[in-house]
């Protein structure tokens, strides 16, 4: 590839991330890996609160990133050029995997429309926003990791792709253990020694990362526990991280079947190459088997299919899939399998392609008939890219946290004493951020992956919010918010001061809807009231 090439490449990532829009940290799971990552730092930090302490951080990246801003200019400017880094680094993947597969450079554009700037961007445990993010993700950075490691291994370099493998790890393991099943049979298809050389590197650079997701397989129970932690899964998720509708299992399919078509193409002119892409797409289907019989069907519920993730590398499938029919269009335009190829393309411009998307579709058809852009300067496709980025600015979304709930948690963190142990309502994820206080529980901070952790959660959330039994079965976040309503309704003066007195906590954090009045309490004292929250404590 050109230089020309990759500065265009870059200017199309920023291109997509100005259309997709950002969100500013905090956001997410930021709720959840800064405070671990402080913890981590600084153990002084939520000196009591176990959930935090028995929750393993497997995101070290994250954690670099976040201490590198926290040292420095700060975290959020830090994220927002992360994510910067990433789009570009994500075109410049994808236009790598293209140049492999003897695509033009018009693919690029077009694969950015058909697998990135759209509705549905991953399935279930996937779904992280997409490879182009609007908010930084660790998750998002091992997804480049591999779609990098995957163009490394169509070049036959192969130990450059088992380091890519392994670096991705830091990011997020099972993404990378995914991102090593994808580019390992492929390797494997087309040469194995390809694949061991790719498997030594890997595992050289991923040992310490890997080393906490072995210990929870390891550490997996027994077949009624494991029964236990299955179903704690699924409560403890977003239904559609393991139980994914049929229509977005469909969407996914269509772009399984897209790259399989590509693969048919491709195996006419470049059967080498086809071997390495078929690889590939079974490690693709095989994953996605799992999601469908597995996690859809609820067979074989093994909690090891729990720790997989199936569905969590869906994203790179998403440009993998319309690179290989693409590039087998190009190469074999006079087959029947071209017309299929596009026939199914097609399909998901009509059914997952987002409006703005459409501008990317058309700058690709265009340079199909204009493919000239690899003669430009540089200081064009330089210019061209700051022009994005001035006359593009990609759009801030709103913050979702209410004023009243912020006052709150900011008096909570000015006027508490730093080793203080709160009961809060369990969906309050953000408490710990901004409160910068131990939580007894919360709905957010659970792992499938460490037994200890996620029954200790389980207990704490049926103690404190003591859910009625029609809602002990709901499941993901809607539960989550039942729970408070339960939690906050059976919050009288007595409730509250017996759970103080049952966990050990100084302090009881009470939700208040409009037109509330927050019982007064004789031994409880109202220490902080906004419009959303009521502090209680310490008793008398």
């Known amino acids: 590839m050109t230089l020309n090439r990759v500065l265009f490449a870059v200017a199309l990532g920023l291109l997509a991330h100005c259309l997709i829009g950002y969100e500013a940290f905090p956001v997410g799971d930021d709720f959840a890996y800064a405070p671990l990552t402080e913890h981590r730092a600084n153990p002084a930090l939520f000196p009591r609160d176990d959930q935090l302490r028995l929750f393993e951080n497997h995101a070290r990246v994250y954690e670099w990133v976040y201490l590198l801003g926290d040292a420095g200019p700060g975290v959020a400017p830090v994220f927002r050029l992360a994510i910067w880094v990433q789009a570009a680094a994500t075109a410049v993947a994808i236009l790598a995997i293209l140049h492999c597969l003897g695509a033009p450079m018009a693919a690029l554009p077009l694969v ?235 399909c998901i411009v009509t059914i997952n392609t987002e409006p703005a998307g459409f501008s990317l579709l058309a700058l690709g058809l265009i340079m199909v008939r204009f493919h000239d852009v690899a003669r430009l300067k540089p200081v064009v496709l330089i210019g061209l890219a700051t022009a994005l980025v001035v006359l593009f600015p990609p759009a801030p979304y709103s913050p979702k946290i209410a004023a009243a709930t912020r006052v709150a948690l900011e008096r909570i963190r000015a006027e508490t004493p730093p080793d203080a142990l709160f009961v809060i309502p369990v969906s309050l994820s953000i408490f710990r951020h901004y409160a910068q206080r131990s939580a007894y529980v919360d709905f957010k901070l659970f792992s499938v992956a460490q037994p200890d952790q996620a029954a200790l959660t389980r207990a704490r959330i049926e103690q404190v919010a003591r859910p009625a039994p029609e809602h002990r079965d709901k499941q993901g976040w809607p539960a989550a918010r039942i729970w408070d309503t339960d939690q906050r309704r059976a919050a009288t003066c007595s409730r509250m001061a017996e759970t103080l007195a049952e966990t050990g906590a100084d302090y009881y954090l009470r939700r208040v809807v409009p037109d509330e009045v927050p019982p007064t309490c004789s031994d409880l004292p109202r220490t902080i009231t906004t419009g959303t929250l009521a502090l209680y404590g310490p008793s008398r």
């Open 112 to 346: 950015l429309g058909l697998g990135v700037v759209v509705r549905l961007d991953g399935l279930g445990r996937g779904d992280y926003g997409g490879l182009i993010s609007t908010f930084f993700h660790h998750h998002n950075v091992a997804l480049v990791l591999v779609l990098g490691a995957v163009a490394a291994g169509l070049m036959r370099k192969s130990w450059l792709a088992g380091v890519l493998l392994g670096m991705a790890a830091y990011g997020q393991p099972m993404t990378a253990f995914h991102g090593a099943a994808i580019a390992g049979l492929g390797a494997m298809a087309r040469d194995p020694a390809e694949a061991m050389k790719m498997a030594v590197a890997a595992l050289i650079v991923a040992v310490p990362a890997a080393l906490p997701i072995l210990g929870a397989l390891a550490g997996t129970p027994d077949s009624s526990a494991t029964l236990d932690l299955v179903r704690e899964a699924y409560r403890f998720r977003a239904p559609l991280h393991y139980d994914p509708s049929w229509s977005d299992i469909g969407v996914t399919t269509l772009y399984l079947i897209a790259g399989c078509a590509g693969v048919a193409l491709l195996a006419r002119t470049d059967p080498r190459v086809a071997r390495f892409c078929a690889g590939m797409m079974l490690a693709f289907v095989a994953l996605h088997l799992v999601t469908v019989v597995v996690y859809k069907f609820g067979l074989f519920e093994w909690v090891g299919f729990f720790i997989l993730d199936a569905n969590r590398s869906t994203p790179a499938v998403f440009v993998i899939g319309p690179a290989l029919a693409l590039a087998g269009m190009w190469r074999a335009p006079r087959s029947p399998m071209t017309w299929a190829a596009g026939i199914f393309l097609l």
